[in-house]
C-alpha cells in the first residue's frame, strides 16, 4: 500500500488563485470601494456647508483616501489582468 505518491509535474493544472484575488471578488470590492468614495465625497461637502461639523471633516477625508488608495489598487491589479502583453 502507497502511502503517499508525488504529484506528477507534467500534469496540466490550473493556477491556483485565492478567493480574494477572484475576479467576481475583486469586482466587487471595486464596486465597494467607489461607493465608499462617493459617500465620503458626499460627507465632504456637508462638512463644508455646516460650519459646526468643520472639527469632524478628518473622518470623510480619510475615508475619501483609503477609497482612492483601494479603488486605485484594484485598477492597477485589473489592468495588469487584463493587459494584452500579459496573455
Not at 504529484?7 to 461607493?35: G, H, M, T
Not at 483616501?65 to 493587459?83: D, H
Request: glycine share 4%.
Amino acid at each position: 500500500m502507497k502511502a503517499t505518491s508525488p504529484r506528477n509535474p507534467s500534469l496540466s493544472q490550473k493556477e491556483f488563485i485565492p478567493w480574494y484575488d477572484a475576479e467576481p471578488i475583486v469586482l466587487i470590492v471595486l464596486c465597494i470601494a467607489v461607493a465608499a468614495l462617493l459617500f465620503s465625497m458626499y460627507g465632504i461637502a456637508v462638512v463644508a456647508e455646516e460650519p459646526a461639523f468643520s472639527a469632524y471633516i478628518w473622518i470623510p477625508c480619510l475615508l475619501s483616501g483609503l477609497g482612492a488608495v483601494v479603488t486605485f489598487s484594484v485598477l492597477v491589479r485589473l489592468w495588469r489582468r487584463w493587459s494584452p502583453e500579459r496573455k
